[in-house]
């Protein structure tokens, strides 16, 4: 009589957790003094109180979590399946009564145990902790354990898939870490080479592929909030964590890239244990896209290190750097599947293949065939446009029409004069003309659909440009020197209080001494001479009027003084005492120089300040 085919070992389940207890029992200690203990020791504090405790348990979840898992998930794999890398073993196994199918998925019950076995001890240990000294922590503790769960899901999937495609025990951590890092690096080594020769790529456009690097996009873009519970004398800060929806889709993509692997070790040819890619049809596909990478990241570096000048190195050179990285990358990984030295004669056929599409991708891009250079948004398409340049402490985000409406304007120019601009700006980078001069320009374009448009440029001028009142310096100039504009550059994005000032202080010249000699001021003097003088004065563009080049000589004259405000904006925490650091939400400062006429020079002068005018020609 057959029997029914078994799914599940409980032998080799056992076997797992006894042959490699060593490995959770580390995990178990690493938590257990970082989580329980350190609360416990830090509990006898008396400034110590809930919002920290929250704040230590779902700090530990959302930052140290990703390292820990990612370290762990990996180590758990190489352990788990580490009989498929010795000849001997993976004999022994193939000659035991157990189909792959039920070994696979034992292993993957005791790789689960190995996560949720020590991170159950270790809830409980922290909400034993946290009741201890006498705070409710269960749903803080509850998201910690659900966090941990869902990111070794996902990190044990991607260790798992390169567990089954190599066929070298040292081989699955370097391509377990390749396969999280690959995209977040392609994707920013794509926009250095991008900026470098293609006309207005953003400097900051984005990292659309982090979704595909757990590590990174856990590290940057999975974050605690806070919230107000209550209200009056009652209110009460806390931390909380809402930023569900990638740790799921992450495990659900781990979860299926365990089916993969499942898969792929079922069909698993045994005879290639050694090689370092046992998958024959991946070969070919890894191969190129390490070639891909390497002439990617490689060639950025060597073309950043050796050919870079003040903007970047140089088309030529940057393409020269990618294919001799796709070289590199190319011919090792020749060798290294082919496991011999000899691979020059005939893998020449492959690597022409690649520098040949390398080059038709560069050729595309510098010649726009994609429209990117040339692309203007739609006045009716945009909700606002966020702008920001060097000469302003912050960025601004214009929603108001008629200013959307003069940014597109200005962007159509700049487009339609790029030969100029490029030109002045390869000599200024070359310093072969010291009257040329730069100033940049940020824009990123938010779209009423949700979508979102960056561009960088660098406009140039000189005192020809500069005269000619149509020029785009000239156009580029009056945008960023209105007073609507530098009043929103200028003013911090929440409203201030008397509360809201830190800190502020006015820098005077004082001829006698030839120093400048510094005062404090107040917060009620700080906060009066705020919004009595340089709120107003913004606002007519009376003060804080930036200097693009040097060919504009039509600021208002200055005085020989600064002026310089700190806000903090914080939160009302009345029955919770949160330490400076977690109780302020957002921080700005204000640093400009009176001018002559201006309310701000003459409430300095009110208020006992003696004010010398500032001579270009004179020698301080």
């Known amino acids: ?38 609360m416990l020791f830090q509990a006898g504090d008396a400034s110590y109180n809930l919002v920290m405790m929250q704040y230590a348990i779902l700090n530990g979840a959302v930052h140290f979590g990703p390292i820990a898992n ?64 006498g705070y409710p922590t269960l749903g803080c503790v509850a998201i910690w354990l659900a966090l941990m769960t869902l990111q070794f899901l996902c990190f044990y999937g991607m260790a798992s898939l390169c567990a089954a495609i190599v066929g070298q025990l040292l081989a699955l951590p370097v391509l377990y870490f390749l396969l999280n890092v ?9 926009n250095s080479v991008l900026s470098t020769f293609v006309y207005g790529m953003s400097r900051s456009a984005g990292t659309p592929l982090a979704v595909l690097s757990p590590i990174y996009y856990y590290m940057d873009k999975v974050l605690l909030s806070e919230k107000t519970v209550g209200t009056g004398a009652d209110a009460v800060m806390q931390c909380v964590f809402r930023a569900w929806t990638y740790p799921l889709l992450a495990a659900l993509a781990g979860v299926i890239l365990l089916v993969v692997s499942f898969f792929l070790l079922r069909r ?23 070639t891909i990478f390497c002439s990617l990241v490689l060639g950025v570096v060597g073309a950043t290190m050796f050919f870079s000048g003040s903007r970047g190195p140089a088309l030529p050179a940057v393409v020269l750097c990618l294919l001799l990285g796709a070289f590199l990358g190319y011919f090792a990984a020749e060798i290294l599947l082919r496991k011999t030295f000899h691979v020059f004669r005939r893998g020449w056929v492959g690597f022409s293949i690649v520098c040949a599409a390398l080059l038709v991708v ?52 700049i487009i339609e004069q ?35 448009l960056a561009r960088s440029y660098d406009i140039c001028c000189t005192e020809e440009l500069w005269l000619d009142t149509a020029s785009l310096p000239r156009q580029f100039a009056a945008i960023l020197t209105d007073p609507y504009i530098v009043s929103a550059a200028t003013v911090p994005t929440f409203d201030v ?124």
């Open 1 to 38: 009589m057959r029997s029914n085919p078994s799914f599940f070992s409980p032998t080799i389940y056992r076997t797992a957790l006894t042959r490699f207890a060593p490995l959770w029992i580390v995990y178990l200690i690493v938590w257990v003094v970082t989580l329980p203990l350190a």
């Open 70 to 133: 990612l370290i762990y998930a990996a180590a758990v794999a190489m352990a788990i399946h580490s009989w498929m890398y010795h000849t001997r073993s993976v004999n022994t196994v193939a000659a035991l009564p157990v189909r792959r199918e039920a070994h696979f998925l034992s292993n993957l019950a005791a790789a689960m145990t190995f996560s949720l076995g020590p991170n159950l001890i270790i809830a409980l240990l922290t909400w034993a902790a946290g009741a201890s000294a």
């Open 182 to 190: 690959a995209a977040i690096t392609v994707n920013m080594v794509v």
């Open 268 to 290: 698993r040819a045994m005879e290639y244990t050694g090689d370092v890619i046992a998958v024959r049809a991946l070969r070919p596909v890894l191969k190129y896209c390490f």
């Open 362 to 413: 560069v050729g595309l891009v510098d010649l726009d065939a994609f429209g990117y250079e040339k692309t203007v948004p739609m006045a009716d398409q945009v909700e606002s446009i966020t702008l920001s340049s060097p000469v302003f402490p912050h960025d601004v985000v214009i929603t108001d029409e008629a200013h959307i409406a003069d940014l597109l304007t200005l962007h159509q120019q």
């Open 418 to 452: 790029k030969e100029q601009q490029e030109t002045l700006l390869a000599d200024w980078a070359a310093m072969v003309d010291n009257t040329v001069e730069s100033s940049s320009l940020d824009l990123i374009y938010q779209y009423r659909d949700g979508r979102t």
């Open 497 to 620: 209080t008397v509360r809201s000032i830190n800190y502020g202080y006015v820098s005077i010249y004082e001829g006698p001494t030839y120093n400048y000699i510094t005062q404090d001021l107040t917060a009620s003097d700080a906060y009066d001479l705020y919004t009595n003088a340089v709120l107003p004065d913004l606002q007519e563009g009376l003060v804080g009027r930036p200097v693009l080049y040097s060919y504009d000589t039509s600021s208002d004259a200055q005085y020989m003084a600064s002026i310089f405000m700190e806000f903090l904006h914080t939160v009302d925490t009345p029955t919770q005492t949160l330490e400076d650091s977690m109780a302020v939400v957002a921080s700005d400062y204000l640093s400009l120089t009176p001018t002559v006429g201006s309310r701000t020079a003459q409430w300095l002068m009110d208020h006992g300040y003696t004010l010398e005018i500032y001579d270009e020609t004179a020698s301080y």
